[in-house]
């Protein structure tokens, strides 16, 4: 991507009819860390790459409960990803304060991606650098969508945003058909599985990655790190030498749910 | 000019009577469950009791549509403020004594057009030992350790003053404390409340829930009281 003249501020149209903030704004969630969903008919995992700037600090939180039925996984500024979950967080309690009921995932989605939406339409203001992978349960069974910065979502079977997402993307797609039927566990596995392609190379330990599962019966929550790092060991899932054929920033366009399309394509993000 | 007097009250009294009582390392929380209207009843099985937290539950007599009203504001409330508390400490829920002013704050917030709720706090704090803490309609409340609230505290007060006040008047604040009872006396005791309590106070009947909190955690029990 170029700079160019139609690119300083959000309501200006580029005469292709793009608006170039807010695909600025979907490059901000392809350089952020891997985050990765995946769901089945009862459950739905969340997983992502976490590291540390330094060995001193803490790890960056990029997985946040909303509710005890929906959680989200971030990828790009994490800053704007943790005031979104407040949002959403809000937008919860007060559903159940109203109805005394769990608000409905597809709901909230699109009150979300309606929040992002105003932020593409008003000049004194930029859009989310964030993009969020929310899973969740309600009635109508277990969903994961994506939100991301151009007011968009989507419902996915399984998906991955971030730095080298293409790696775990393909990975999904050979399996994603054997999901709905998958059990919690070997949904986990895939999760981590589909993790490890994205670190290409690097050791998989739980002091590198988060997942959190939430399903029928199991309140959204956060796995203990010795409960990853057991069921990595147990799938036996170590780092491998094979690197992935795509690098981070690049992605090529893919079959199937997939998405972001680069750039330099006729076709603008926003209109999938 | 006489002075003009309202022709309807926003408020009305469902009657009934809650109880609490701290010990060394449980809480027991009573009610009864019946609901009123002037002389008549409107149900013999109304739960005046609810969780708000992990370690907090809280009795209410009064207005019972007040009542409803503060729980779902506080549940609310709370889990605004455990957001904050889970962000940076994983798994911490809001202790009793934190519940406890939260719940004042929110009584005082209606100032000016209260919530008609007399209200019990009941949980274990920080290190485990029983409190309760007992409020007037807008939200002053104390650390005690028992309390009794509604139509038949009156009844029941004095009753638990003999029964479980430490004999030092020479201690300022009252040390009552926690009392040296076991769980199952206590519970006993609060059967005991509830049974007299029954035979004098019209508007307490039907049944008596009880709730106890302790380190194993919280469960329920029921006993028939006089329904007439």
């Known amino acids: 991507m170029f700079r160019n003249q139609y690119d300083t501020d959000v309501t200006t149209w580029s005469p292709a009819g793009r608006l170039f903030q807010v695909e600025y704004a979907m490059e901000a969630v392809k350089q952020g860390s891997a985050a990765i969903g995946l769901r089945s008919k009862s459950h739905v995992v969340l997983a992502c790459v976490n590291k540390a700037n330094s060995e001193l600090s803490s790890h960056q939180k990029k997985i946040f409960k909303v509710d005890d039925h929906v959680g989200v996984a971030i990828a790009g500024l994490t800053a704007d990803g943790r005031v979104l979950s407040r949002y959403m967080r809000n937008e919860c309690i007060n559903y159940f304060y109203t109805y005394e009921s769990q608000l409905p995932v597809g709901r909230l989605v699109v009150q979300l991606a309606d929040k992002a939406q105003v932020c593409t339409q008003r000049s004194w203001k930029r859009p989310y650098g964030v993009g969020l992978l929310v899973g969740g349960l309600d009635e109508s069974g277990a969903h994961l969508y994506y939100n991301c910065p151009s007011g968009n979502y989507f419902e996915y079977q399984a998906f991955a945003i971030g730095s080298r997402s293409q790696a775990a993307k393909t990975y999904l797609e050979r399996k994603f058909v054997s999901f709905m039927a998958s059990s919690r566990e070997n949904l986990i596995k895939d999760a981590l599985f589909a993790l490890r392609e994205t670190l290409q190379g690097e050791k998989l330990t739980s002091s590198v990655c988060t997942i959190a599962v939430v399903g029928v019966g199991e309140a959204f929550h956060i796995l203990d790190q010795e409960t990853v790092q057991a069921l990595i060991n147990e799938f036996e899932i170590v780092g491998e030498e094979a690197a992935a054929p795509d690098q981070a920033g690049v992605d090529e366009p893919s079959a199937a749910d997939d998405q972001a399309a680069p750039v330099d394509q006729s076709a603008a993000p926003m209109d999938m | ?228």
């Not at chain 2, 009305?12 to 109880?19: A, L, M, R, S, Y």
């Not at chain 2, 007299?196 to 380190?215: C, F, M, P, Q």
């Open chain 2, 1 to 228: 000019m006489t002075k003009q007097q309202a022709n309807w009250s926003p408020y009305d009294n469902n009657g009934g009577t809650c109880v609490a009582i701290a010990g060394a390392d449980y809480c027991v929380i009573a009610a009864d469950t019946r609901m009123s209207s002037g002389y008549n009843i409107l149900t013999r099985d109304y739960s005046k009791i609810i969780q708000l937290a992990d370690k907090s539950v809280m009795a209410s007599s009064g207005f019972q549509a007040d009542v409803r009203a503060l729980q779902k504001v506080l549940a609310s409330r709370h889990l605004v403020i455990t957001w904050d508390l889970i962000s940076y400490y994983y798994n911490k829920q809001m202790s009793c004594p934190a519940m406890a002013q939260l719940l004042s704050n929110t009584l005082y917030y209606k100032r000016f057009f209260p919530y008609y709720a007399f209200n019990v706090l009941g949980g274990l704090d920080n290190e485990g030992k029983g409190c309760v803490f007992t409020y007037d309609a807008v939200g002053s409340y104390e650390r005690v350790g028992y309390s009794s609230q509604g139509s038949g505290s009156t009844l029941i007060t004095p009753f638990l003053d003999n029964q479980l006040k430490s004999p030092s008047p020479l201690l300022l604040p009252a040390k009552d404390a926690v009392t040296p009872l076991s769980e199952a006396e206590a519970i006993d005791l609060v059967k005991t409340c509830f049974a007299s309590a029954t035979e004098r106070d019209i508007y307490t009947g039907d049944k008596l829930e009880i709730v106890v909190l302790n380190a194993s955690g919280i469960r329920q029990e029921y006993m028939e009281l006089r329904k007439d």
